[in-house]
């Protein structure tokens, strides 16, 4: 005959049943953790990449308003040097300035280069101010310069460049979009530069067309 477990006893066998399963349960969910003594290893967290900023797209003028992100001309390592490469390089870098002064009406890169002596250099800077005064702007009349040549002589204290200029046509505007004066047509010219290089940098001292 088999005994008959009594009610407490049985109570007894659940709880020491559920004691032992809940012990199980819990060594399973710390088995991860270091034990006493162990340096716990780090736990390295994916850092966020940061998004680079959009590079803004280059718009050219045209009928509708002026240009907008022009990139701006940087200065070349090679036109800092008081040599023939030096005051070459300098030449077509002062071009490319004043083609984006054409392209903007902003002239502070261009006239930093520029001695306020060279009378052909401020009849360039007063027609671009009136080109963009009041809301005005242009379009057109980019500069490139596919031949540059300085008759360098180390001895002297300013130096000549012949370059050829070629400017794309330039159309006028006022604030309202109508036609403010007729155009220029585009010009392919011989042109003289004089350069001195002084404290540590070439400047513009005179500018002249070759007849």
Do not use: H
């Not at 200065?75 to 030449?91: D, R, T, W």
């Not at 012949?162 to 006028?172: C, P």
């Not at 604030?175 to 220029?184: F, I, K, L, N, R």
Request: neutral net charge.
């Amino acid at each position: 005959m088999t005994p008959r477990t009594s009610v407490s006893a049985r109570n007894r066998l659940f709880i020491i049943v559920g004691l032992a399963a809940a012990l199980t349960l819990t060594a399973c969910v710390n088995s991860t953790e270091p034990q006493t003594g162990q340096s716990a290893t780090p736990t390295v967290s994916a850092t966020a990449t940061a998004t680079p900023s959009p590079t803004l797209a280059y718009k050219p003028a045209d009928a509708n308003g002026k240009a907008e992100n022009v990139p701006i001309p940087v200065l070349p390592e090679a036109a800092k040097a008081n040599s023939k490469e030096g005051v070459e390089a300098f030449a077509r870098y002062w071009f490319q300035a004043l083609s984006y002064a054409y392209e903007t009406g902003d002239m502070a890169v261009w006239s930093a280069m520029t001695s306020a002596e060279c009378v052909f250099c401020n009849r360039i800077k007063q027609g671009l101010e009136s080109a963009y005064v009041k809301g005005r702007w242009v379009v057109g009349g980019k500069m490139t310069t596919p031949s540059v040549e300085a008759n360098f002589k180390s001895e002297a204290l300013s130096q000549q460049v012949t370059i050829q200029t070629i400017q794309s046509q330039i159309d006028y505007y006022d604030a309202d979009g109508s036609v403010g004066q007729p155009s220029t047509p585009p010009s392919n010219s011989a042109i003289v530069m004089i350069g001195a290089f002084e404290s540590g940098s070439w400047k513009v001292k005179d500018l002249g067309l070759i007849q």
